[in-house]
């Protein structure tokens, strides 16, 4: 099984960007896999990404030695055990509300002894050819990135109980459905979103888990790193728009 080169990244301290693609493309991992992202999410959840499509992206993402992330739809293990089958080595799970729950994302990830994923001879276990499924599933453990969201005002009540939880990576803030919960739909920089940010910042500044965020731009990662965050993602969109604007804005003058 691959080192999972994100993880070990962050394990020693370093940043991590990665970019979030909602488009079922193989070739578009590839095409990325130029660009020097240290992972790319592939979006199960606002995008069109099904298991097959996943698969396809994850052997893509290999190709390329960019570490192959999924997000799901919801925090169920038979849904969560499909995509992780494919080779996907982390996993977000969206919209964790309280200590159970986050539990229960853990729990899909890994294999007994720290959870309950099914196991079989999928691609993530090389369909069984290359070692014995006793090191495959201790390897599996280790390697896997378990990121749960933190994106409503529940969650951040509960986030001192959910911390508590053995087996998280990474507390991601979820800024659009963060602003929604708090009842300032897309208003990222309203002052009532920044005090949820700040206190789950806090919070996790406390523990081992490291803090993810989606920023909008360099600007805004940049400022989010000196705030402690290690695990910092765009979408694929804020990145082709830029330069398509200032394409348009330099030839049609
Ligand atoms: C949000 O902003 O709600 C997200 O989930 C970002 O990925
Ligand atoms: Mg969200």
Not at 113 to 128: E, F, K, N, Q, T
Not at 131 to 145: K, S
Not at 193 to 222: C, D, F, R
Request: proline share 6%; glycine share 8%; with cysteine.
């Amino acid at each position: 099984m691959r080192t999972n080169r994100t993880k070990e990244k962050l394990n020693s301290g370093e940043t991590v960007f990665g970019c979030f693609l909602r488009y079922p493309s193989a070739a578009l991992v590839e095409v990325m896999g130029y660009q020097d992202w240290d992972f790319i999410v592939f979006d199960g959840e606002h995008g069109m990404v099904d298991p097959r499509d996943c698969e396809n992206m994850v052997r893509a993402a290999e190709l390329q030695d960019v570490t192959p992330i999924v997000r799901v739809t919801t925090n169920s293990p038979p849904v969560i055990l499909r995509y992780m089958d494919t080779g996907a080595q982390g996993l977000h799970v969206p919209w964790v509300n309280s200590r159970p729950e986050a539990e229960q994302a853990v729990q899909s990830v890994k294999y007994e002894p720290l959870g309950i994923r099914g196991l079989a001879s999928v691609r993530a276990a090389d369909y069984g050819q290359a070692i014995p499924f006793g090191e495959y599933v201790t390897q599996a453990n280790a390697e896997t990135l378990t990121v749960i969201h933190i994106e409503t005002a529940e969650a951040v009540k509960q986030l001192p109980e959910i911390l508590k939880v053995e087996g998280l990576d990474v507390i991601f803030i979820g800024p659009t459905d963060l602003s929604h919960s708090l009842g300032v739909p897309g208003q990222a920089d309203h002052p009532t979103v920044k005090t949820a940010m700040e206190q789950i910042t806090e919070a996790v500044s406390k523990t081992s888990v490291a803090l993810g965020i989606m920023v909008p731009n360099a600007q805004a990662a940049q400022e989010w790193r000196q705030r402690g965050a290690s695990y910092i993602t765009v979408a694929f969109e804020s990145m082709l728009n830029p330069g398509v604007r200032q394409f348009f804005s330099s030839v049609r003058q």
